[in-house]
């Protein structure tokens, strides 16, 4: 808790991320599945180290980044890791496979929106 003019605030720590696809592959829309491969980064102040203690949430089965590289079905690569003026930078690249509800309701005229749908895994609000 910060005190600033009278009133308390929560100091929050921010991390930076982004992603970026390489492959969109075997999809199946029987088992409303597909495989993704793609780099993801994060980006924060050092001393929250925790940051990329992270669940990815929609893969078939379960799959953790964490300080180590990955957990789990799927492969989870270390790219990078480094810390430079006090803010540390780790980027991986995952293969997984992936699930997602396709709709085909409005066959021919549909479209279908795959994600990537992670949250940190002890971190966050329900």
Do not use: C
Request: glycine share 4%; no cysteine; net charge positive.
């Amino acid at each position: 808790m910060v005190l600033i003019h009278d009133r308390y605030m929560v100091k929050t720590p921010v991390v930076y991320t982004g992603i970026e696809i390489n492959e969109f592959s075997n999809i199946n829309f029987t088992k409303n599945t597909y495989t993704m491969d793609f780099y993801l980064w994060f980006r924060f102040k050092k001393e929250f180290q925790e940051a990329v203690d992270i669940a990815f949430l929609n893969t078939s089965s379960p799959l953790f980044i964490n300080s180590e590289g990955g957990k789990g079905k799927g492969i989870v690569t270390v790219l990078l890791d480094k810390i430079e003026n006090n803010v540390a930078i780790k980027a991986y690249q995952v293969n997984a496979e992936f699930k997602n509800d396709f709709n085909f309701r409005s066959f021919p005229f549909d479209t279908h929106k795959p994600g990537i749908k992670f949250r940190h895994r002890t971190l966050y609000k329900r």
